[in-house]
């Protein structure tokens, strides 16, 4: 594949994910009883989400270093550039969100979906990925690459593979 088809085929992936992240955050929740409530820029250190309907809510600036996500529904939410260090986001759906510049330092990611999720100029590092769904997500080469030293296992759910979903070479 020339660099060329490379660049063109990554800026229409761009292109692609911020089109369907806007018509997402722009369209009704897909459950009317999802909690979409705002936390921005709220600190949140430690505190507990596990299991919680988060759809379309916004977390962006909020430091939520230590707190539990396990399994929490969050398709479509905001979390550009929250601190998740120390997180539990394990079996949590990030699918369809903005995660960008998002520190996900140590965080536990296994089993994790981030499908269409925009990633860009987020940090992992350290993090646990085992069995996460990173399909059609957009993110730095240097992230994918990083990432792709880590992946391991399939997605209980999609039945995808990390490394296939971060598409590893």
């Known amino acids: 594949m020339s660099f060329f088809k490379f660049l063109n085929m990554q800026f229409l992936r761009l292109a692609i ?82 995660l960008d510049q998002a520190d996900f330092a140590k965080a536990d990611l296994s089993d994790a979906l981030l499908m269409e999720t925009i990633l860009l100029r987020s940090t992992f590092d350290f993090v646990n990925i085992d069995g996460a769904d990173f399909t059609d997500a957009i993110m730095d080469g240097g992230q994918r690459k990083w990432l792709c030293t880590k992946a391991k296992g399939t997605n209980s759910k999609t039945g995808v593979a990390t490394r296939a979903s971060l598409e590893c070479k």
Do not use: T, W
């Open 17 to 98: 994910a911020i089109v369907i992240a806007i018509a997402y955050l722009l369209a009704s929740p897909i459950n009317v009883q999802a909690e979409a409530l705002s936390f921005s820029h709220a600190q949140l250190k430690n505190r507990d989400f596990a299991g919680r309907d988060l759809v379309g809510s916004g977390f962006a600036n909020a430091n939520m270093e230590g707190a539990n996500f396990e399994n929490a529904d969050v398709r479509g939410a905001v979390f550009s550039a929250s601190i998740l260090r120390n997180a539990n986001l394990k079996g949590a759906n990030f699918s369809s969100g903005l």
